[in-house]
């Protein structure tokens, strides 16, 4: 079981950058893949981006490649998405996931745990 925990939300402008953090529990961290999606208002949640279990790998969908950057801290049981050249349309509630793979997964359903999420509000 894996519990975690989502902060590092606020308001910023656009243009502006935040880091969210994840933090989890257990003492299995490093063997979880682990995804970031988000909720946009009046939307589905969608997956922005993910990194292997041991961090070697990562992918991001085109709306934040080149913007976005996650990365793990094993040690610390914590995987981060530092957020940069933040635009009104990254506004939504932000969700960490993980998933027991040793591969990266885009798919929602393959994320049995998940955070509470954290909102992330981009002001024009």
């Known amino acids: 079981q894996v519990q975690l925990v989502e902060s590092g939300g606020g308001l910023v402008q656009a243009g502006g950058s935040l880091r969210l953090s994840c933090a989890a529990s257990g003492r299995t961290f490093s063997s979880y893949a682990m995804g970031w999606f988000r909720q946009a208002p009046g939307k589905e949640r969608e997956f922005e981006a993910a990194?292997?279990?041991?961090?070697?790998?990562?992918y991001y969908t085109d709306s934040v490649k080149g913007r976005f950057t996650i990365s793990r801290d094993n040690a610390k049981n914590t995987v981060y998405l530092q957020m940069n050249s933040l635009k009104p349309e990254d506004t939504a509630v932000y969700y960490c996931?993980?998933?027991?793979?040793?591969?990266?997964?885009?798919?929602?359903?393959?994320?049995?745990?998940w955070g509470q999420g954290t909102q992330v509000t981009v002001s024009s």
């Open positions: 990194i292997s279990w041991s961090g070697g790998g990562t």
């Open positions: 996931a993980a998933a027991a793979l040793r591969y990266i997964s885009l798919r929602e359903g393959e994320y049995p745990y």
